[in-house]
């Protein structure tokens, strides 16, 4: 259904240019969900975000049910986007608006109406189980809470496929487990794609049916998760394996020391 064919992608940094993405190609079946594993700067944020087109590849394709979105002129593109998801680490909720208006933002700005938009939101805060929490502002909700939020938003367009970007690593392993478990229901129940991206290999463990690992902007190798586990001798992936030699990459464990929340992992490094 979805199908990443020969991706490259350069950014230029102090007017030196860097290749993010290097010839990736990853095909993604209806109904996966595949993680995406590999070390900070490795290429997945912009790997995740070509697929949208968030970030415009510099050569390759991205087609989607039979389109081309590379090709697609801007305003189809628009329309092609409203129907994927995409969760973030940080939530990126306005603190301004109660959770009843995060989630109903993208139907408000598609114009929806207001007795649409009230049934459409009840419904999917009760998917996320927080129907009690309409009223509230975001700052009175825990991460795991707030995350919810931003999920019931990203399914507010009922999208075919939604994209995490280290949806769980801002969250304690117990709220990281109770977040994973909700995007296998949305999975099973929805019928859902996934595609998410992770540092951690106990996320890909308890979620994910494929995977790819990413590392220096190259998909290194791809499969299901019992065939990149069995793989134990790779130098990369044996790194993601052995949890004991794992490291929270430097810059995440900087700010998530700057930024105290509740129910931090664990600072391994
Ligand atoms: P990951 O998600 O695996 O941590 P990213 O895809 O975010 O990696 O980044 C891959 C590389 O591309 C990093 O070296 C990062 O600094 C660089 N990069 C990402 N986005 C930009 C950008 N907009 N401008 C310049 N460099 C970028």
């Known amino acids: 259904m979805i199908e990443i064919k020969n991706i490259s992608k350069?950014?230029?940094?102090?007017?030196?240019?860097?290749?993010?993405l290097d010839d990736v190609s990853l095909s993604i079946e209806q109904g996966d969900i595949v993680g995406?594993?590999?070390?900070?700067?490795?290429g997945k944020s912009t790997l995740i975000r070509t697929v949208n087109l968030l970030e415009r590849p510099d050569q390759g394709q991205i087609i989607i049910n039979g389109k081309d979105f590379v090709q697609l002129k801007s305003k189809e593109l628009a329309k092609e986007r409203k129907k994927i998801g995409m969760i973030f680490q940080h939530f990126n909720l306005l603190s301004s608006r109660t959770v009843f208006e995060n989630v109903a933002?993208?139907?408000e700005l598609d114009h929806v109406?207001?007795?649409e938009i009230q049934s459409k939101v009840n419904e999917l805060l009760k998917i996320v189980g927080l129907e009690e929490k309409a009223s509230e502002y975001p700052k009175s909700l825990s991460g795991g809470q707030k995350q919810r939020v931003a999920i019931a938003r990203a399914l507010a367009n009922d999208p075919y496929l939604l994209l995490c970007d280290e949806a769980t690593s801002a969250l304690?392993?117990?709220?990281?487990?109770?977040?994973l478990q909700l995007l296998r229901d949305i999975n099973q129940r929805l019928?859902?794609?996934?595609?998410?991206?992770?540092?951690e290999m106990d996320v890909i463990k308890s979620i994910c049916n494929h995977v790819a690992v990413i590392d220096k902007g190259k998909l290194l190798t791809k499969g299901t998760l019992q065939e990149i586990i069995s793989d134990k001798e790779h130098p990369v992936i044996k790194q993601?394996?052995?949890?004991?030699?794992?490291?929270i990459p430097q810059e995440l464990n900087k700010k998530l020391q700057k930024e105290p929340k509740d129910g931090l992992f664990p600072l391994v490094e």
Do not use: E, V, W, Y
């Open 10 to 20: 350069t950014f230029h940094k102090k007017k030196q240019a860097f290749k993010a």
């Open 36 to 42: 995406i594993i590999g070390f900070s700067g490795a």
């Open 105 to 107: 933002l993208p139907l």
């Open 113 to 115: 109406n207001r007795s």
């Open 172 to 179: 304690d392993p117990a709220t990281t487990q109770s977040i």
């Open 191 to 199: 019928g859902i794609t996934i595609l998410l991206i992770t540092h």
């Open 240 to 247: 993601f394996i052995n949890p004991g030699i794992m490291t």
